[in-house]
């Protein structure tokens, strides 16, 4: 049974890009950049595969007929990950031409742990060819992580961080809040420091005051770093930042197959669990 669309509109802006458009114009209005995300993840079927990088690619074209401020976030596995890195890697290469000619980015949002090594090998082929065009995401859980940040500063290479939202073994990712906090800092600290513009997606209080912290100690600019934020989450917070002359982007997601995203939200934070009953009820 299909869940009616009620349910997510809080964490989702539609289930096409019509409905979405008008809700990233409205975040643009406010000075806030976006990545759009069509929802859809493990993707098993070739013509389906293919069919999905058809639909990014208009994607990308409708962003600058509606003149959105706005990149776009993949996952791999929507592209035909499960199936093959090869066949994967030339959908999102196909993808990334049309990205490339229209000056675009295409940020590949990372997916749990089985996908981590395929995944960054995938994005460093990707970089060698398309560079400022393509970025990646780091989770500060996973163990291995200081040292893929370590590799990706070594070559500038554009990194989202974020703690990561899908359910690890203790041996693969840490498991207590304070804990992954701190690999998050140390992890931050080396972005900020090493590379020409990081993204530190976060809506935990204490990691945006130690980042902000941070950079003025450390001096770095609020032009050389950006906060980003999911769609339906701390638009004040947002509002705020950008009033401070914070970068601020916001991560909207849009599409049908919405649930998986939607469960992992409401796995996240209990409160979200009352924000979707109370928006349910508002009209
Ligand atoms: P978390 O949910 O851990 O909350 C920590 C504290 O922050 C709370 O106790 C509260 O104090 C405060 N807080 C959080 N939300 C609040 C709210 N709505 N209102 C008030 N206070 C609040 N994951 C992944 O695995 N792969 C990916 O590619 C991405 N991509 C991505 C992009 C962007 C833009 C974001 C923001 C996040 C992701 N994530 C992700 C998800 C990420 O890994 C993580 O699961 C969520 O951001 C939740 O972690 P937080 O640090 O945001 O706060």
Redesign the pocket.
């Known amino acids: 049974m299909k869940l009616p669309f009620i349910f997510a509109r809080r964490f989702v802006a539609g289930e096409n890009f019509e409905q979405a458009a008008p809700k990233v114009k409205d975040l643009n209005n406010r000075n806030l950049t976006v990545?759009l995300d069509l929802l859809g993840e493990n993707v098993n079927d070739r013509e389906l595969a293919a069919n999905t990088v058809d639909e990014y690619i208009s994607l990308l074209q409708k962003i600058r007929e509606y003149d959105l401020n706005s990149t776009i976030?993949i996952k791999l596995t929507m592209m035909g990950l499960d199936i093959s890195k090869e066949f994967a890697k030339e959908n999102l290469f196909r993808l990334l031409d049309v990205a490339a000619e229209e000056n675009q980015f295409v940020r590949i949002?990372?997916?749990g742990s089985d996908y981590t090594q395929v995944t960054l090998d995938i994005f460093n082929e990707a970089f060698e060819k398309y560079g400022k065009n393509v970025g990646i995401?780091i989770?500060s859980y996973l163990h291995r992580s200081k040292k893929d940040i370590e590799d990706l500063c070594s070559i500038d290479a554009d990194v989202?961080l974020?703690?990561?939202?899908?359910s690890e073994p203790s041996d693969v990712a840490l498991q207590k809040?304070p804990d992954i906090r701190e690999a998050f800092k140390e992890q931050a600290a080396l972005l900020m420091r090493k590379t020409s513009y990081s993204r530190i997606?976060?809506?935990?209080?204490?990691?945006i005051n130690w980042t902000k912290t941070f950079a003025e100690e450390q001096d770095i600019g609020k032009d050389h770093f950006e906060f980003?934020?999911?769609y339906g989450?701390?638009l004040g917070t947002c509002e705020r930042l950008v009033a401070d002359g914070y970068n601020v982007?916001t991560?909207v997601p849009y599409g049908t197959m919405w649930v998986p995203y939607f469960t992992?939200r409401l796995r996240?934070?209990k409160?979200?669990i009352w924000f979707i009953l109370s928006t349910m009820f508002k009209r």
């Open positions: 990545t976030s949002d990372m997916e995401v989770q989202r974020c703690k990561g939202a899908y809040m997606a976060t809506h935990d209080d204490e990691l980003q934020m999911l989450l701390r982007r991560y992992r996240e934070r409160e979200n």
